[in-house]
C-alpha cells in the first residue's frame, strides 16, 4: 500500500535549458510499498551536503537526466526512525534511528558505485516526509546515545567518508615509513567538512594538524575541534590556473608570490620537513600548490573534486618522490558501523550548525549553502516538531 508524502523536488531541465541551475519544488507525491528487503522511514535531520549542490547545478551531471527520471528527491546526508518493515528486513525494527548510508549501488567487495538520492536510480532523498529504502542503505545510531540527532545527520556522509578515506590514507603512509620513524607526521588540509573530520581523527591519533581556510567563521571552528587553523588570505590568491599562468603577466606574478609565500609557511611549521599527507578534496586549482608542499614519501588524498576534476603531473618527479595518490568514494557498510561506534564512544563527532533550518525553509538553506552563508554542516529538520 502506497503513503502519501511531501517532498522538495528537482526538476528536469526544460528543452533548451540543460545545464542550466534548478532549484526546489515542494510537491505531493506518493511512496510506492515496500518490498520484502526495505523499510518505509520518516526523516528527522538531515544535512546539506555539496552533492546536493551538484545536483542543483546540474554539474558535473544532470541527475534527472543520467537517472532517467522527470524529478528526484535528493539528499542523502541524515536521521531517520523506522516506521515498518519488510518481512526480510532483520536488522532494523520499527521506532529505531539509523544514519543513511547512501551507497546504493555496490560492486563485489561492496565499495559504492552510485549514491542514493544522487545518481542512483529509484532513491528516495530526505528532502521528503516519508521514504522508503533498503535495510542496507542504513546503520543504526547506538541507543542511547551521547549525540544529538542533528549531529548524527551532518556525520552521516562527511564523517563515513572521512574514516574511509584516513584509513587508507594512513595506511599508504605507514606502508612507506614507519610509526617509530616518524611517529608524528604532519597532516594539512584545505577547507571542508570531510576534511575537518579527518584532520581530527589525525589530531587523535598524535598526528600534527593543520587546516586552510579563508573564512572566519570556520576558522573558528577549525580551532575549536583541536586542529591548528591557517587562513590561507595571507597569501594572496592560491587558485592555479594553467592558461591565464601561460598567457596573463599580471596573474603569473601574483600566483608565483603567493604559491612562495605558502611555501615558506609550510617550511617554517613543518621544520623544513613538508607535508606527509595533504587531504585535498578541492581539485586542480590547488593541486600544483599541494605537490609543492608535499615531503618525500608523501601522500596527497582526496574523495571529492569540488572545483576541478582534471589534474596533471610528472610522473618522473612523483616516481622519484616516491608521491602516493589515494582515491576513495565514501565506504563499504562495515566501515560505517566501525566509525558510528568510534565516534559514539570516543565524542568524535560534527559541531552542527547553530541554526537548524525548517522543512518549509529548504529553499532559503540551498541558498544560503551556494552563496558561502552556512557552516561546514549545515543541518534541517523534518518531522520534527
Not at 533498503?134 to 567518508?161: D, G, M, N
Not at 552542527?352 to 549545515?378: H, S
Request: include cysteine; hydrophobic fraction near 40%.
Amino acid at each position: 500500500m502506497s503513503v502519501s508524502a511531501k517532498a522538495w523536488f528537482l526538476h528536469i531541465a526544460a528543452d533548451g535549458e540543460s545545464g542550466q541551475p534548478g532549484s526546489l519544488v515542494l510537491e505531493d507525491f506518493e511512496v510506492p510499498e515496500i518490498a520484502v528487503d526495505e523499510v518505509l522511514a520518516e526523516p528527522l535531520y538531515g544535512c546539506w551536503e555539496g552533492n546536493m549542490e551538484h545536483s542543483l547545478s546540474r554539474r558535473p551531471i544532470d541527475i534527472c537526466r543520467a537517472r532517467g527520471e522527470n524529478r528526484v528527491i535528493i539528499g542523502n546526508s541524515g536521521v531517520v526512525r523506522v516506521i515498518s518493515t519488510g518481512a526480510a528486513v532483520h536488522r532494523l525494527k520499527p521506532g529505531q534511528e539509523a544514519i543513511l548510508f547512501p551507497s546504493s549501488v555496490i560492486d563485489r567487495f561492496g565499495y559504492p558505485e552510485r549514491m542514493f538520492a544522487y545518481d542512483a536510480a529509484g532513491t528516495l532523498g530526505c528532502l521528503a516526509t516519508r521514504i522508503k529504502l533498503k535495510e542496507r542503505e542504513l546503520v543504526p545510531i547506538p541507543s542511547p546515545t551521547r549525540h544529538s540527532l542533528a549531529q548524527w545527520a551532518a556525520f552521516s556522509v562527511r564523517y563515513v567518508t572521512a574514516w574511509s578515506n584516513w584509513r587508507l590514507a594512513l595506511g599508504t603512509f605507514r606502508l612507506l615509513i614507519g610509526a617509530d620513524e616518524l611517529p608524528a607526521p604532519n597532516i594539512w588540509g584545505w577547507s571542508g567538512g570531510t576534511t575537518l573530520a579527518q584532520l581530527q581523527l589525525a589530531s587523535r591519533q598524535g598526528c600534527r594538524t593543520v587546516m586552510l581556510s579563508g573564512s572566519d567563521a570556520h576558522l573558528d571552528q577549525i580551532r575549536r575541534a583541536g586542529v591548528t587553523a591557517l587562513d590561507r588570505r595571507c597569501f594572496g590568491d592560491l587558485l592555479f590556473d594553467e592558461k591565464r599562468y601561460a598567457e596573463d603577466g599580471a596573474f603569473r606574478t601574483a600566483y608565483t608570490q603567493a604559491e612562495r609565500s605558502f611555501l615558506r609557511e609550510v617550511a617554517a611549521r613543518t621544520g623544513g620537513e613538508k607535508v606527509q599527507i595533504f587531504v585535498d578534496y578541492i581539485g586542480s586549482p590547488v593541486f600544483r600548490a599541494t605537490c609543492k608542499a608535499l615531503s618525500r614519501e608523501g601522500v596527497i588524498t582526496t574523495a571529492g573534486w569540488k572545483q576541478g576534476m582534471n589534474i596533471t603531473y610528472l610522473r618522473s618527479l612523483e616516481c622519484i618522490g616516491r608521491h602516493q595518490f589515494i582515491h576513495t568514494h565514501y565506504a563499504r557498510y562495515a566501515e560505517a558501523v566501525a566509525a558510528v561506534a568510534y565516534g559514539e564512544e570516543h565524542g568524535w563527532m560534527p559541531e552542527a550548525d547553530e541554526r537548524v533550518y525548517r522543512f518549509d525553509e529548504i529553499a532559503e538553506l540551498a541558498d544560503n549553502f551556494r552563496r558561502g552563508k552556512t557552516g561546514y554542516f549545515p543541518v534541517y529538520s523534518v518531522n520534527v516538531e
